[in-house]
């Protein structure tokens, strides 16, 4: 049955305002970059379908304005969401000190079932810069402290490890989403007349 | 009218029919067409969100819509047409209802034959872009995909309960496991046996009837698409149709929510929605918000009082209704 369902990943981007989730999320869906920084006014998303372990997922990622904190959308924002994205910017050290409150903030509110395995994964943004302020390893040993959460040193402007991130978090969102499944839908319906579902028209709408 | 499932006794409900008043308006020359709708928030916007209803569903099913926007400053109708037997018909007297009201623009949120219709009214005012964007929740591009297009025009005849069962065979799904599901269908089903037979019978038809929307036309429509991952009535294939047909448009996909996401899964469906109206927030004449810093000269006081009670209905949203859930159960 599992196999068969379709499935949607709910990604939630989070972070200072400028350390590039709205690049990041534009050069993996669009593939584009533009210099020009605009600031994302409330929420935005984009979806797009990917393969995961030969299954076939859509993925939306909803890129966050860094400054609202996004009160204005309500819970219903950071719920049901199967992975967690935080970006700090590499040149930006006070970027990198607001990943832990990022990271309460989320678990506070989409309160995840188990908050202590819930997939979050870390990227350090903007690696193209010449003023790299935060170590790689201080980067890597926070991200090990946190679970051992995986983390990339991206550029959204070059495309550097964008891909491969993303790839790691529909990866570990799926893996999320289907331990859910299993709680929510412990006991599967049984259909009693199986051929009836393959013969279904579409009647009149409702 | 006494109501008796979960949804029409919560206190959302309750509170949403308490405040908001039901208006008919005949904007025909026969009038005894008589349009119905609530009409909530700042009137001083004359680019508001108007919802559209499926078949089976009357104005009030886009209740919790309503005091989820409202209270975000944004100016909702959600309409119920009188007896009209084709499209074009609907077209003319939609039309003439904003004209009526003076509405210059709309954002149109409409739910599958509502959903139609909306497609339908905006290509058939594309000239003078009255539609400012469209929302689609489980909409068709073609009623061809219903199989009924021969005896549509056979509809008027047919005894009411007829109509019904041809509805319900399609909202009565066994493997609904879900409680929200539930609860919506069983809601709905509520609204629909309110229905008469002329009104079923006029909108069957509608839904029906050969008539297929022109996508060109469309093409550059702000648009969101808010489909279900799960099972609803319209099949993978029409709703797949639908995207493909609208490349530019905003998917909008919700894990679950069945046939009638916006009473199942209204959190996710309110956000989308308001995600998608805030792209026109920095321009008055297409914004369905009122601007901000009028937000504390120009209202009026009444207004006011009815904002802040569905603010508060719209945070209790969810609780209250899981609560009564818990009650009944």
Redesign the interface.
């Known amino acids: 049955m599992a196999t068969r369902k379709k499935v949607l990943l709910k990604v939630i981007i989070l972070g200072d305002s400028g350390v590039g989730k709205t690049s990041l999320m534009n050069q993996y869906v669009n593939k584009k970059f533009t210099n020009q920084y605009k600031a994302t006014i409330g929420a935005d998303f984009l979806t797009k379908e990917v393969m995961v372990d030969d299954r076939l997922v859509t993925m939306q990622i909803w890129d966050t304005a860094g400054q609202e904190r996004f009160q204005s959308l309500g819970v219903a924002f950071y719920r049901g969401a199967d992975c967690c994205v935080l970006v700090h910017d590499v040149t930006a050290p006070t970027s990198f000190k607001s990943l832990d409150s990022w990271r309460d903030e989320f678990l506070i509110q989409a309160s995840p079932r188990d908050p202590d395995n819930f997939p979050f994964v870390l990227l350090g943004n903007k690696v193209d810069l010449e003023n790299r302020a935060v170590p790689q390893k201080r980067a890597m040993q926070w991200a090990a402290s946190k679970n051992n959460m995986p983390y990339f040193e991206t550029s959204a402007k070059e495309g550097i490890n964008v891909e491969q991130a993303f790839q790691t978090i529909a990866k570990n969102a799926l893996a999320q989403e289907t331990e859910v499944d299993i709680y929510n839908e412990f006991p599967d319906h049984i259909t009693i007349n199986p051929d009836s579902r393959n013969v279904r028209n579409d009647n009149c709408s409702c | 009218m006494n109501f008796s499932s979960d949804l029409s006794n919560s206190p959302e409900y309750q509170s949403f029919r308490a405040t908001v008043p039901l208006k008919k308006l005949a904007v025909d020359t026969d009038a005894s067409k008589t349009w119905k709708l609530y009409d909530a928030g700042p009137r001083q916007v004359t680019s508001p969100l108007v919802c559209l209803a499926?078949?089976?569903g009357t104005a009030d099913i886009f209740y919790k819509q309503m005091l989820y926007l409202t209270a975000?400053g944004i100016r909702v109708l959600s309409v119920e047409s009188p007896i009209y037997w084709s499209v074009s018909d609907w077209c003319e007297g939609f039309r003439r209802l904003l004209d009526h009201l003076d509405i210059e623009r709309v954002h149109l949120f409409g739910a599958?034959?509502g959903g139609f219709l909306a497609q339908k009214f905006a290509e058939s005012t594309a000239q003078y872009s009255r539609v400012a964007s469209i929302i689609l929740s489980?909409a068709?591009l073609e009623t061809s995909?219903?199989?009924?297009n021969d005896t549509a025009t056979l509809f008027w005849i047919l005894p009411g309960p007829v109509l019904k069962k041809?509805?319900?065979?399609?909202?009565k799904s066994?493997?609904?496991?879900e409680l929200r599901v539930a609860q919506s269908m069983e809601f709905?089903i509520e609204r629909l046996d309110t229905l008469s037979q002329q009104e079923l019978a006029s909108r069957?038809t509608l839904?029906?009837v050969n008539c297929q929307v022109d996508p060109f036309k469309l093409k550059n429509m702000p648009m969101t698409i808010i489909d279900v991952?799960d099972e609803s009535?319209?099949?993978?294939q029409?709703r797949a149709s639908l995207r493909s047909h609208y490349g530019h448009a905003?998917?909008?996909?919700?894990?679950t929510g069945g046939?009638?996401p916006y009473l199942s899964r209204s959190?996710?469906v309110?956000?989308h929605l308001?995600?998608h109206l805030?792209q026109f927030s920095s321009n008055s004449r297409y914004s369905a918000q009122k601007p901000a810093e009028q937000e504390s000269q120009n209202d009026q006081p009444e207004s006011n009082a009815k904002n802040e009670l569905a603010e508060e209905m719209g945070?209790g949203d969810s609780t209250s209704a899981a609560e009564v859930a818990t009650e009944a159960s």
């Open positions: 499926p078949v089976s975000r599958s034959l489980n068709f995909i219903f199989n009924f041809l509805v319900m065979g399609n909202i066994e493997s609904v496991t709905i069957l839904n029906c991952f009535a319209l099949s993978m029409a905003k998917l909008a996909h919700l894990k046939n009638f959190d996710d309110n956000m308001l995600v805030r945070v």
